[in-house]
T-cell receptor, first 113, second 111 residues
Framework: KAGVTQTPRYLIKTRGQQVTLSCSPI?????VSWYQQTPGQGLQFLFEYFSETQRNKGNFPGRFSGRQFSNSRSEMNVSTLELGDSALYLC????????????FGSGTQLSVL | KQEVTQIPAALSVPEGENLVLNCSFT??????LQWFRQDPGKGLTSLLL?????REQTSGRLNASLDKSSGRSTLYIAASQPGDSATYLC??????????FGAGTILRVKS
C-alpha cells in the first residue's frame, strides 16, 4: 500500500508569490491534515479536511488555505508569500474510525527568498 | 492554551545504554498522547499512541508511560542502537487529529 505522497518535494519561491502544495493520502483514508514545521516554532497544526470539508483550523492567517477533492487528495495554498513562510509542510492522513492515527508524508520543503 | 515541553533538548549516549525521554503538558484534558520519530528531512513515524485512559504502551524496545494527573509522559528506549538516532517528538491530541507537539529531543547513539 502506497504511503502519503506529497509533491513537490522542494520548492523555491520569492516574496509576494503564491504556492500550491499537493498531498495524496493513503488509499481509503478520508481525513487529511496539514502541519507546518520551522526551526523556531516547531510543528504547528494548519488545518484538517474530511470528506471535502474543513473540520479544524489552526492559528494561521487567511493567506493559508486548503481544500480537499472527492478522491481525498488535498491541496494547500499560501498566497502573498513571506520570508517566514519558509518551512517544511507536512501532510498526514488518518484511516476511517482512527482519526488519531496519523500517517505522515515526507513533506514539501518551501524556501521563500 | 496547551503547551508541550520536552526534556532534554538533545542527548548523546553510547550504544547499548537505556535512556529516558521526558514530555510534559500543561492541560490534562487530552484524548491521547503520541510519540513520533523524525529522521532528518523526513516526515514523522508514529512510535506509540497512549489513550488517555491508559497508563503505558510497549512496542519492542520502546515503552511509553502516561500520567495525566501530573501532565507527564516518558519514553523509555532499551538497549539503544545507532539506528535509533533521530529526533523524538511528543504530541498530545486535544480533539480530532489536531496535535500539539513538543520541540523534540535530538538523540544521537554513538557506536
Amino acid at each position: 500500500k502506497a504511503g502519503v505522497t506529497q509533491t513537490p518535494r522542494y520548492l523555491i519561491k520569492t516574496r509576494g508569490q503564491q504556492v500550491t502544495l499537493s498531498c495524496s493520502p493513503i488509499s481509503g483514508h478520508r481525513s487529511v491534515s496539514w502541519y507546518q514545521q520551522t526551526p523556531g516554532q516547531g510543528l504547528q497544526f494548519l488545518f484538517e479536511y474530511f470528506s471535502e470539508t474543513q473540520r479544524n483550523k489552526g492559528n494561521f492567517p487567511g493567506r493559508f488555505s486548503g481544500r480537499q477533492f472527492s478522491n481525498s487528495r488535498s491541496e494547500m495554498n499560501v498566497s502573498t508569500l513571506e520570508l517566514g513562510d519558509s518551512a517544511l509542510y507536512l501532510c498526514a492522513s488518518s484511516p476511517p474510525g482512527q482519526l488519531e492515527k496519523l500517517f505522515f508524508g515526507s513533506g514539501t520543503q518551501l524556501s521563500v527568498l | 492554551k496547551q503547551e508541550v515541553t520536552q526534556i532534554p533538548a538533545a542527548l548523546s549516549v553510547p550504544e547499548g545504554e537505556n535512556l529516558v525521554l521526558n514530555c510534559s503538558f500543561t492541560d490534562s484534558a487530552i484524548y491521547n498522547l503520541q510519540w513520533f520519530r523524525q529522521d532528518p528531512g523526513k516526515g514523522l513515524t508514529s512510535l506509540l499512541l497512549i489513550q488517555s485512559s491508559q497508563r503505558e504502551q510497549t512496542s519492542g524496545r520502546l515503552n511509553a508511560s502516561l500520567d495525566k494527573s501530573s501532565g507527564r509522559s516518558t519514553l523509555y528506549i532499551a538497549a539503544s542502537q545507532p539506528g535509533d538516532s533521530a529526533t523524538y517528538l511528543c504530541a498530545v491530541v486535544e480533539y480530532g487529529n489536531k496535535l500539539v507537539f513538543g520541540a523534540g529531543t535530538i538523540l544521537r547513539v554513538k557506536s
